[in-house]
C-alpha cells in the first residue's frame, strides 16, 4: 500500500504475476465483499512503520461495516507480539470481543 497506493496480493513481477494471477499487476483485495454482518475487531499502533494510520484508516474506508477498534499509541508493529502489556492492551480486549459475539467456545 505504501508504495502503490492499493491493498493487493503479492507482486512477484510482471512474468510471475502473470504465471500466478493471468495479468502482469497482482489483483487488488476486494474489501467491501466482506460481508457487513461480519464482526470485525481490529488494532493498529501509532509507532507502526509497516501498518501506518494511513493505511489503517484507508482499510477502514474500504469495509461496509463499521468494526470495532483499537488503537494502541506506543505500539509498533512488533509491539502486538511481543509488548509485555499485550495481554492487557490487546489480547483480553480481543477475547472479550469474540465473547461478546455470543459464537466464541473454549474446547
Same mark, same amino acid.
Given at each position: ?17 502473470? !504465471? ?8 487488488? $483485495?476486494? +474489501? #467491501?465483499?466482506?460481508? *457487513? ?32 477498534? !483499537? ?8 509491539? $502486538?507480539? +511481543? #509488548?509485555?502489556?499485550? *495481554? ?20
Amino acid at each position: 500500500m505504501i508504495r502503490k497506493g492499493t491493498f493487493s496480493k503479492y507482486d512477484y513481477g510482471k512474468l510471475k504475476n502473470m !504465471i500466478e494471477y493471468g495479468k502482469f499487476k497482482p489483483p487488488k $483485495f476486494d +474489501l #467491501s465483499r466482506i460481508p *457487513k454482518s461480519l464482526p470485525l475487531w481490529m488494532a493498529y499502533g501509532g509507532n507502526d512503520a509497516l501498518a501506518d494510520i494511513t493505511d489503517f484508516q484507508h482499510t477502514l474506508k474500504e469495509l461496509q461495516s463499521t468494526p470495532e477498534v !483499537i488503537y494502541l499509541e506506543n505500539y509498533g508493529h512488533v509491539d $502486538f507480539i +511481543l #509488548s509485555l502489556q499485550a *495481554k492487557q492492551d490487546l489480547y483480553d480486549p480481543m477475547i472479550s470481543f469474540f465473547k461478546s459475539t455470543g459464537k466464541f467456545t473454549s474446547m
